[in-house]
T-cell receptor, first 114, second 109 residues
Framework: IAGITQAPTSQILAAGRRMTLRCTQD?????MYWYRQDLGLGLRLIHY???????GKGEVPDGYSVSRANTDDFPLTLASAVPSQTSVYFC?????????????FGPGTRLTVL | GQNIDQPTEMTATEGAIVQINCTYQ??????LFWYQQHAGEAPTFLSY??LDGLEEKGRFSSFLSRSKGYSYLLLKELQMKDSASYLC??????????WGAGTKLIIKP
């Protein structure tokens, strides 16, 4: 079944550790996104990529980095995790970046930083 | 600033109709999205409005008034499976989505 996969499903991490969240899509979508979702807040964009080889910063990029070496993969790295990065992380993709390009979401990664 | 406002929680009865309101302020406007999110799951797309008026899709309809910065999602013939959070998101001039915190809809038998 086509879609977006994320790994791991959940993770408990010690503060200061490095962590990479993986995201892969098989829909050949050009655009990909990373969001975090915290209780009582809307989804917040961390980083995005409009096409392979390019990335951009979203609303809350500090402490996170991304790369987009190919169309399918868009990993998110926390260089040195802090407790405030405890959240549910969703990867999403869309065919393009226009208004009619629906974003499709992966199942999410639940990350706890202690 | 950019902002999306929607009620935190609503309760409705199975078989009834419920309207979830959303007001938005975005820098530029390229459309208004509604997503459904069941607890512990990913958001899934419900509707997209960019022109004023009502869009109907089965039991779900979405309305947009650009002059008022207002949208609503109308759910008819409510079923227990409609218990979920409903997320309103406005697309700004950079084609980025600005999300509301979501409305948790509780359906009672």
């Amino acid at each position: 079944i086509a879609g977006i996969t994320q790994a791991p499903t959940s993770q408990i991490l010690a503060a200061g550790r490095r962590m990479t969240l993986r995201c892969t899509q098989d829909m050949r979508h050009n655009a990909m996104y990373w969001y975090r979702q915290d209780l009582g807040l809307g989804l917040r964009l961390i980083h995005y990529s409009n096409t392979a080889g390019t990335t951009g910063k979203g609303e809350v990029p500090d402490g996170y980095s991304v790369s987009r070496a190919n169309t399918d993969d868009f990993p998110l790295t926390l260089a040195s995790a802090v407790p405030s990065q405890t959240s549910v992380y969703f990867c999403a993709s869309s065919a393009g970046t226009g208004g009619t390009d629906t974003q499709y979401f992966g199942p999410g990664t639940r990350l706890t930083v202690l | 600033g950019q902002n999306i406002d929607q009620p935190t929680e609503m309760t409705a009865t199975e078989g009834a109709i419920v309207q979830i309101n959303c007001t938005y302020q975005t820098s530029g406007f390229n459309g208004l999205f509604w997503y459904q999110q069941h607890a512990g799951e990913a958001p899934t797309f419900l509707s997209y409005n960019v022109l004023d008026g009502l869009e109907e899709k089965g039991r779900f309809s979405s309305f947009l008034s650009r002059s008022k910065g207002y949208s609503y999602l109308l759910l008819k013939e409510l079923q227990m499976k409609d218990s979920a959070s409903y997320l309103c998101a406005g697309m700004d001039s950079n084609y980025q989505l600005i999300w509301g915190a979501g409305t948790k809809l509780i359906i009672k038998p």
